[in-house]
Each structure stands twice: as C-alpha cells, then as structure tokens.
Nanobody, 121 residues
Framework: QVQLVESGGGLVQPGGSLRLSCVASGSISRINTMGWYRQAPGQQRDMVAL???????VYVDSVKGRFTVSRDNVKTTAYLQMNSLKPEDTAVYYC???????????????WGQGTQVTVSS
C-alpha cells in the first residue's frame, strides 16, 4: 500500500503564508518527480510546482516568486512554501509523485487526498 498524505492547509488572510507537506510512504523503491497541483471549484486540476529527484524545479507563472517547492529525499517528503498568498490561490492542493515500487519495473503516478487552502479576509 502506497500513500501520499498532505498536511498544512487552512485559512489564511491575503498576504499570509502557509507551508504544505506531502509524505510518501509504503513499499517505495525510488521517487522521481514530486509535484503540487491545485483545483478550484468548477475548475480543472492544474500544475502549481514540480521538483525532480535532482532538485530541478518548475513553477506555473502565477506563483513564481511567491511559492517554493522543495523535497527531503531521506524523509520522502515534498514541501510547498506559499508566501504572499492571494484569494485566487484558494483551492484544494494535491500532492503528486512518480513512484517506483519495490518489485516493480515501471514508475506510476500517485495522488494524495488533497488539502484545502483558503485565502480570505
């Protein structure tokens, strides 16, 4: 059984900060890219930030300079530091990871259950 568990969401005022965490657990051999996606009500799920196993990062334009993605490979954890939050950042944030399971010869993508981020005064 493989799980991705997000935490750190909540209600924050505009201009505030939150730090999301995503812990991957289970029979994992290797983790390739980890990423954060978000989905607002009535909208599709969109990529926010990605980080490769080597530390290369990619961000959607709307969060550049405000959000920082990082990972701890020993702890199999990814983080999303979100600063200068705006109401338009309100969404459910999902963790995604490209995992190679023990005994498997191919990577598969897994999703967390999501954590709500609400930016409102």
């Amino acid at each position: 059984q493989v799980q991705l568990v997000e935490s750190g969401g909540g209600l924050v005022q505009p201009g505030g900060s939150l730090r999301l965490s995503c812990v991957a657990s289970g029979s994992i051999s290797r983790i390739n890219t980890m990423g954060w996606y978000r989905q607002a009500p009535g909208q599709q799920r969109d990529m926010v930030a990605l980080i490769t196993s080597g530390g290369r990062t990619v961000y959607v334009d709307s969060v550049k300079g405000r959000f920082t993605v990082s990972r701890d490979n020993v702890k199999t954890t990814a983080y999303l530091q979100m600063n200068s939050l705006k109401p338009e950042d309100t969404a459910v944030y999902y963790c995604n990871a490209d995992l190679l399971l023990r005994g498997s010869d191919s990577y598969r993508q897994y999703w967390g259950q999501g954590t709500q981020v609400t930016v409102s005064s």
